[in-house]
């Protein structure tokens, strides 16, 4: 029966999610559990594009990137794939009615990635929509069950959240992105002679995503509140911790939260959320 097939394919969409992040799995984790599976399927089938372009150095990335492009359009027409993730996400795409719109969005961002170097504003804009602003309005789809009207008035919030969350990691990453790919995702900055300004600069802007972020999280439904506050207040904690990394520090390592301060933070937030201490 195919259900077997359906119930590996979630799996696997689960052990890449567990695999690549810990701080993900932990808010999928205290989601409630009905929402478990849809949300671990949008994961596997994101990380397995970012994947694409960001680590399968000495392959044709470019023809990989198109096969998984045309693999993905038939996966949803087809309603079935033979590649696992893309057989657990196109479930979760026709289940909760995730638009093409949304998918076709971040797939282009995943192919600037293979051309684009340099970003000015209006291709940063772009790219921080497909890569991150779409991915939060999948995961919205679940978190509303269906319900269009808490959908639309949510999504500028999810939205929000999602570049917060990609703009930390550009911050993070920049060594990697950097000296390792030859990007340079922030506009107009240099970053041979980054400054403490600049630094400012891109760090009020995502002060301000996370502001407008936390309004919406309030509004959730609790099903998906406590999760998702978790994951903002994970990488909350870790862009105060960029924030206070000198400038020159931040271009020659990668600031991260230990796992062990992880569960700390965890305990910390899960705390906050039963108290209703936002």
Same mark, same amino acid.
């Not at 999610?17 to 810990?22: C, G």
């Not at 397995?48 to 044709?60: M, T």
């Not at 509004?219 to 406590?226: F, G, I, N, S, V």
């Given at each position: 029966?195919? @259900?077997?097939? $359906?119930?590996?394919? %979630?799996?696997?969409?689960?052990?890449? @999610?567990?695999?690549?992040?810990?701080?993900?799995?932990?808010?999928?984790?205290?989601?409630?559990?009905?929402? !478990?599976?849809? #949300?671990?399927?949008?994961?596997?089938?994101?990380?397995?594009?970012?994947? #694409? *372009?960001?680590?399968? !150095?000495?392959?044709?990335?470019?023809?990989?990137?198109?096969?998984?492009?045309?693999?993905?359009?038939?996966?949803?027409?087809?309603?079935?794939?033979?590649?696992?993730?893309?057989?657990?996400?196109?479930?979760?795409?026709?289940?909760?009615?995730?638009?093409?719109?949304?998918?076709?969005?971040?797939?282009?961002?995943?192919?600037?990635?293979?051309?684009?170097?340099?970003?000015?504003?209006?291709?940063? /804009?772009?790219?921080?929509?497909?890569?991150?602003?779409? *991915?939060?309005?999948?995961?919205?789809?679940?978190?509303?069950?269906?319900?269009? #009207?808490?959908?639309?008035?949510?999504?500028?919030?999810?939205?929000?959240?999602?570049?917060?969350?990609?703009? *930390?990691?550009?911050?993070? $990453?920049?060594?990697?992105?950097?000296?390792?790919?030859?990007? @340079?995702?922030?506009?107009?900055?240099?970053? /041979? @002679?980054?400054?403490?300004?600049?630094?400012?600069?891109?760090?009020?802007?995502?002060?301000?995503?996370? $502001?407008?972020?936390?309004?919406?999280?309030?509004? &959730?439904?609790?099903? %998906?509140?406590?999760?998702?506050?978790? %994951?903002?207040?994970?990488?909350?904690?870790?862009? &105060?911790?960029?924030?206070?990394?000198? %400038?020159?520090?931040?271009?020659?390592?990668?600031?991260?939260?230990?796992?062990?301060?992880?569960?700390?933070?965890?305990?910390?937030? &899960?705390?906050? !959320?039963?108290?209703?201490?936002?």
């Amino acid at each position: 029966m195919k @259900t077997i097939y $359906d119930d590996v394919s %979630a799996l696997t969409s689960k052990a890449t @999610t567990r695999a690549y992040s810990t701080s993900f799995s932990l808010g999928i984790y205290f989601l409630d559990s009905k929402i !478990h599976k849809p #949300i671990y399927n949008i994961y596997g089938f994101v990380r397995l594009a970012d994947e #694409i *372009v960001d680590s399968f !150095h000495g392959y044709d990335k470019a023809y990989l990137m198109q096969k998984f492009r045309e693999d993905t359009v038939e996966a949803l027409k087809l309603k079935i794939s033979l590649n696992p993730i893309l057989n657990s996400f196109q479930e979760t795409v026709h289940t909760y009615n995730i638009e093409w719109e949304l998918i076709d969005t971040f797939l282009k961002s995943m192919e600037m990635d293979l051309m684009q170097k340099e970003y000015t504003a209006d291709s940063y /804009n772009q790219y921080i929509l497909g890569s991150a602003e779409v *991915v939060g309005l999948m995961c919205l789809r679940v978190f509303t069950q269906k319900n269009n #009207i808490q959908y639309q008035e949510l999504k500028p919030y999810a939205m929000k959240l999602g570049a917060a969350f990609q703009k *930390v990691n550009f911050l993070r $990453d920049l060594k990697a992105d950097y000296q390792v790919l030859g990007r @340079t995702y922030f506009p107009g900055v240099n970053f /041979n @002679t980054f400054s403490f300004q600049e630094k400012e600069k891109i760090q009020n802007e995502i002060e301000a995503d996370f $502001d407008a972020a936390l309004i919406g999280i309030k509004k &959730l439904p609790l099903e %998906a509140r406590r999760g998702v506050y978790l %994951a903002y207040f994970y990488y909350k904690k870790l862009f &105060l911790r960029i924030k206070e990394t000198p %400038a020159e520090k931040i271009m020659n390592s990668r600031i991260r939260i230990p796992d062990l301060n992880k569960i700390g933070l965890m305990f910390n937030s &899960l705390i906050r !959320h039963q108290f209703n201490i936002f």
